[in-house]
């Protein structure tokens, strides 16, 4: 508070012409709905990440007379980093960081495109219904989250 009198801030040494009745007050946002999105991002990559480490050891034991219709090694170790970049994204949105946004919609947009390449290749003998319906549940999350991460009342609290 300053003195009725002041001329000057003491803080930060602004000139005070106007008394306070002359400042509009600015409601301050709320940046809860940011951090579930971001803490829930982190708790779903982080899984994403240790079955990808877990699947990539996994892997080479598998029959060789299983095609799953993609190569499989590069796919994990793709999924596994798209995650790590997610997750990334939420830390630095968590640190109100807009570089978080955009590094995690890039992972997230490469993972939607990969869940479609895969999701086409496994099941390309199923019928297109069945791989829709498949696929699209999946990807709806992924898409859900960019969408909300990208609502203005989460953007203006990114720098």
């Known amino acids: ?39 829930l991002t982190i708790i779903g990559a982080a899984f994403t990440v240790i079955t990808s480490f877990s699947n990539l050891i996994t892997a ?27 997750i990334f994204g939420a830390v630095f949105m968590l640190q109100k960081k807009l570089k978080g946004l955009y590094i995690y919609t890039a992972a997230a947009v490469i993972s939607v495109l990969l869940s479609i390449y895969t999701g086409i290749s496994i099941f390309k003998n199923f019928d297109f219904i069945v791989m829709l319906i498949s696929v699209g549940f999946g990807l709806s999350f992924g898409l859900l989250f960019v969408v909300l991460y990208w609502l203005p009342i989460n953007r203006k609290l990114l720098s």
Not at 69 to 74: A, D, I, K, S, T
Not at 76 to 81: E, K, L, R, S
């Open 1 to 39: 508070m300053l003195a009725e009198e002041a001329s000057y801030c003491y803080v930060c040494n602004t000139n005070q012409t106007e008394g306070f009745e002359h400042f509009e007050i600015k409601p301050q946002s709320s940046d809860l709905l940011l951090k579930i999105l971001c803490v």
């Open 60 to 86: 080479p034991r598998l029959p060789q007379s299983i095609d799953l219709g993609y190569p499989l090694v590069p796919v994990i170790i793709v999924n596994g980093t798209l995650a790590a970049g997610k």
